[in-house]
Structure formats: structure tokens, C-alpha cells
């Protein structure tokens, strides 16, 4: 089972995020369950959704305390130390920022995808929402799904600027840095 | 078919399966994307039936009896303050002997407000004459709506299907959608009484004798004691149909086990992992799931019961005053088995609060440490 912890705010598509993930691996037919912690529905506010993905169903019902991977929308609502507790040692970290890799310099026992999402998702036309973007980063980050599961499910869940969010997968697809553990 | 969707929107596919010609609902929290989802398929065509939207869960209920008298299915779905509103009219509907099929998302009552799941809010109607089930995951509430038709519809008495806010309603999981012509011949065209002529409008419920009250409420009480059987020959059926089945209730490594963990809903799911890592570690650690609530399966757990040293009922619900309502059902339950078990309470989940494994291993442990007996419930809180 993998656990996958999204953090970001609301507005930023944290929750739908989590959900296209979760039927791209479905449609790749595995077992996957996600959900989403908010305390309240307005845009800024600080959002969690949660993915656990396994090849058969699974039991658990409760939230994540220990993921496998982290993706971290906004990295303002994150402590150092807090990301060094909660993620699993091997643990992989993708994160929306506009800073290169020295930046996180303490997080380098974990695998790290560094993608300054923003610019990215305006150039293909998309305002606001960063799911797709920060999907299709993920996917080039971790290969547990294939990039074609992503744009179908975005193809079928997306009504509003479809080709849009697709060519923001892309990119972000062909532009994740990513950074191996160096532990 | 299967299909990746909340527990939420498995109840709206129920709905539409069983072609449910009215539906009179108001939108709650977190029961609002059900309510969303029918509204969406009677706009587009899909639904079969219509949608009614009153101005109140009250006038919801009020509408649902109405329409049932006229001989049709009918459904709503509430939460929490939107099922205490409907409070006065779930007497009426089980005393008229509708069988109307709710859904409810079960969230805390307020005071102070929230959303988060606890099962007080259902709980609380167990007076009512409402058949009560406690689904586990969206497909057991799916499974449930259909079955809940069935049953209520050969015992004449209203069906409440209970699913936990945020763990069942708001979780997306993998669904098993069954084919509509397999619903059309486990469920077929309805013939109801129509104890209600909308050509000839009348009063249906008249001021009766103390006697005839009495008479009445017995009949009732019959009515509702045989669900235990119905319920469990429609989940037989339901199993030769669609290949799933539930129980009326459901026990886990029961057998060899000297302590039994008792759940209902969602923390049930979780309890499984919990006790196969007790049972790992060595402890004779054992599940009872209870899916019926009302009627109260008072026998089958009983029989289940019977030999075992220490049962522990974990209640997502606290009746201020008293403690874990399924907890005082059970102990009810158990005051005339010949050499009767510890029964320990313990009140975890209250308010939508977590509940791991881990949170479910701690409470056996501690239960497995106890030596006397403990009437009051005990308040858990990781650490």
C-alpha cells in the first residue's frame, strides 16, 4: 500500500488533486480510497487530501499520519521539522516552489521533485487550480501512474479548459527537477 | 459495474436503481452531495422519479408519508440537526406503517457545531419505530438502500440506512454499481396499499381509544421483532443475487476468542486490520460487528456471545448521562446469559476524532489489563 498526503489550501485544487489521482489508478485497476480534511470550505484555507492506493481493497478508516509521499502545494503551511517527522524514511516529496534545491538542503534523505507549478499552469492558460500541474509532476516523480491514465482522467473529469490542464500536465511532466535521496 | 465514487453518491445510485418515484429531501451537510447527485439525474432525465424540495427536513418527512400512503417508494436523506427537525414525523411515519427508506449521514448535533461524524444523531430516533442499519463502506450503504426497500416494504415500518459523515460518506472508494434489470427483479413493481386517495383527501390519523392505541403499538412491536428474520432471508437474497452479504450482524474470529471487540460502521473496517495484529501478537482478540440496530438483535448476539469472558463496545456516540448507547443495548441484552462476560465500554470517535488501529489495539490491550468489571464508559484518548 502506498499513503499520499496532499497539502495545500483551499482554491488550489488540493481536493479534486487527490481525486483524479485516485481514478487514474483505478482506471490502472488498482485499489485506491481518497478523502480530504478541511476545516472550513473557503478559498486559503489550509486543505489535506489523503490517498492510499493498494492492489486490493482496503480496510483502513482513518487518516494519514505517515505517508509514503508528500505533495506540498504551498510550502507556507509546512515546518522543516514537521515534514522530517511525518514523512516515511524513503519518503518522497514533491513541492510547488519557485526555489532551487538548496533551499532544502535538510530534506535530502528523502526523494524530492521540485516544480515551480505557477507560471506553468498560466502559460497553458490555467488560473488558479495547480492539480493538474503538480499531477503531472508527480507522475514523471514517482511513475506509479503512466501519464496517459492522467490526461484521460483529465479528459473526462475536467469539462472547463480540458486542453489547458493537459498541457499543463505536460509540461510539468517534462519539467519536474528531480533530486534522488542522499541518504 | 464498478466504479470509483463516496459512500455518498452510492446511496444516490441505490436510489435510482430501485426507481424511487419521490423524493423530498433538503440539502445538510455532509449528506448534501446525495441530495446534489439525484438532482443532477432529474435534471439530465436519468432519475426516474422526482425530486421535491421542501422547506425543511419536517416537510420532507411530512411529504415522503404522504406519498408512501399513496402506494409508492419514497426516500430522503437528512443528518444530524436535519433529522432531529424531522424528529415528530418519523413517530408518524412508522406509525402510519410507511415504508419510506432515509439515508442519514451521521454527524454530531450541535451545541457546538461541526460536521464531523458521530452517531448520536440517529441513535437518538431509536425510539421512533425505525428500522436502523449501520453501514460499514459505500457499498454496504448501497447494498443497504436496496435491501431496506425489501424489507420495509413486507413489514410495513420506515427504514433508516446510517453511514458516517467524512469515513463513509465523503471517502471515494471502489463501488460495485449492480445491473439495473438484477435490482428490477429483486426489487419488482411496487403494490402497496393505497391507504391514501388523493381524488378523496382525508384525515388519516384519527383520535383512537386507549385500547385501540395499545393494539396498535403491539402490532408494531410484532412487526418490527420480526425484521430480525426478514432482514436476514432478504440478505440471503440479496447474496444470491449480487453475490454480497452482510448479516444482520457480523462475527469475526469469534471463535476461539476470549475477548470480543464490538463496532458499528465505519471504525468496523478498521477494527479488522486491529485484530488481525492482536491476534499476531497473540491475543485472543475477536470482532462483533452489529449492522442491525433497531430491531435490536438481542438473540443472534446472544448466541455469539455466549462463553466469552470480556467484551468491549467501542461507541462512536455517548448518551450524556449514560454512555455508548450500543453498549447499554448490549449489556440489556446480556443480563440473562448464564455466566455473563465483563461488558467494558469504551468512547472513541466521538466527534469525527480518529480511531486507527493502533487506537483499537490500545483499547483491547487496556481491556485485556482490566481485572473488575467497570460501569462507567471510559473516555479514550490516544496518547
Known amino acids: ?183 | 459495474m464498478r466504479e470509483f465514487m463516496t459512500g455518498n453518491h452510492a446511496v444516490a445510485h441505490a436510489v435510482k436503481l430501485c426507481r424511487t418515484p419521490l423524493i423530498a429531501a433538503y440539502p445538510i451537510t455532509p449528506q448534501t452531495p446525495i441530495y446534489e447527485k439525484l438532482s443532477e439525474w432529474e435534471s439530465s432525465g436519468l432519475l426516474q422519479g422526482i425530486m421535491m424540495r421542501t422547506e425543511s427536513e419536517h416537510s420532507a418527512m411530512a411529504s415522503c408519508i404522504a406519498a408512501s400512503l399513496t402506494g409508492v417508494r419514497t426516500f430522503t436523506a437528512t443528518s444530524s440537526q436535519g433529522l432531529a427537525l424531522m424528529h415528530e414525523m418519523l413517530h408518524f411515519a412508522a406509525g402510519c406503517r410507511a415504508p419510506i427508506v432515509m439515508a442519514n449521514v451521521n454527524r454530531l448535533l450541535a451545541a457546538p457545531w461541526g460536521f464531523w461524524a458521530d452517531q448520536l444523531d440517529s441513535l437518538s430516533q431509536r425510539d421512533t419505530g425505525w428500522i436502523q442499519f449501520y453501514c460499514e463502506n459505500g457499498q454496504e450503504a448501497l447494498d443497504s438502500v436496496i435491501q431496506a426497500y425489501k424489507i420495509a416494504e413486507q413489514v410495513f415500518l420506515p427504514v433508516m440506512i446510517c453511514l458516517e459523515a467524512f469515513f463513509v460518506s465523503h471517502f471515494m472508494e471502489p463501488v460495485e454499481i449492480p445491473a439495473q434489470e438484477e435490482v428490477d427483479r429483486f426489487l419488482p413493481p411496487l403494490n402497496l396499499p393505497h391507504r391514501f386517495d388523493i381524488e378523496k383527501p382525508g384525515f388519516l390519523v384519527p383520535v383512537v381509544s386507549s385500547d385501540l392505541y395499545r393494539k396498535y403499538r403491539q402490532m408494531m412491536q410484532r412487526a418490527m421483532d420480526s425484521v430480525k428474520t426478514v432482514a436476514a432471508q432478504v440478505d440471503d437474497e440479496f447474496k444470491t443475487t449480487f453475490g454480497r452479504s452482510y448479516g444482520i450482524i457480523e462475527p469475526i474470529l469469534v471463535e476461539d476468542a476470549e475477548v470480543l471487540l464490538v463496532t458499528a460502521g465505519s471504525m468496523t473496517s478498521t477494527a479488522r486490520m486491529a485484530i488481525q495484529t492482536l491476534r499476531e501478537k497473540g491475543y485472543p482478540v475477536g470482532l462483533l460487528k452489529i449492522r442491525l440496530f433497531r430491531p435490536f438483535p438481542v438473540e443472534a448476539l446472544q448466541q455469539t456471545i455466549t462463553g466469552k469472558k470480556k467484551i468491549v463496545v467501542i461507541d462512536r456516540n455517548c448518551s450524556i448521562g449514560s454512555g455508548g448507547i450500543f453498549c447499554q443495548e448490549l449489556r440489556a441484552a446480556l443480563i440473562h446469559s448464564p455466566d455473563p462476560p465483563f461488558v467494558y465500554n469504551y468512547l472513541a470517535g466521538i466527534g469525527g476524532t480518529d480511531v486507527t488501529p493502533d487506537t483499537i489495539g490500545k483499547i483491547a490491550l487496556d481491556a485485556i489489563r482490566r481485572v473488575d468489571p467497570a460501569d462507567e464508559s471510559i473516555w479514550w484518548v490516544d496518547v
Open chain 1, 1 to 183: 500500500m502506498i499513503e499520499i498526503k496532499f497539502k495545500g489550501r483551499g482554491g488550489q485544487g488540493v481536493v479534486v488533486a487527490s481525486e483524479l489521482l485516485g481514478r487514474a489508478f483505478f482506471i490502472e485497476g488498482k485499489f485506491p480510497q481518497c478523502f480530504s480534511l478541511f476545516g472550513s470550505e473557503r478559498r486559503g484555507a489550509p486543505v489535506i487530501g489523503f490517498l492510499r492506493v493498494d492492489e486490493k481493497p482496503i480496510l483502513l478508516k482513518c487518516q494519514i499520519y505517515q505517508p509514503d509521499q508528500l505533495i506540498l502545494f504551498d510550502l507556507s503551511l509546512v515546518e522543516e521539522k514537521e515534514v522530517i517527522e511525518e514523512l516515511k524514511p524513503g519518503g518522497t516529496l514533491l513541492i510547488n516552489t519557485d526555489q532551487g534545491i538548496e533551499a532544502f538542503k535538510n530534506w535530502r534523505q528523502f526523494k524530492i521533485g521540485l516544480i515551480d507549478g505557477r507560471p506553468i499552469a498560466r502559460g497553458a492558460g490555467v488560473e488558479g487550480a495547480l492539480n493538474t500541474t503538480l499531477l503531472g509532476a508527480y507522475a514523471a516523480l514517482t511513475h506509479e501512474v503512466r501519464k496517459e491514465t492522467l490526461i484521460e482522467v483529465v479528459r473526462r473529469m475536467i469539462p472547463i479548459k480540458t486542453e489547458s490542464n493537459i498541457k499543463a500536465l505536460q509540461t510539468a511532466y517534462d519539467r519536474v527537477r528531480i533530486y534522488e535521496s542522499l541518504s
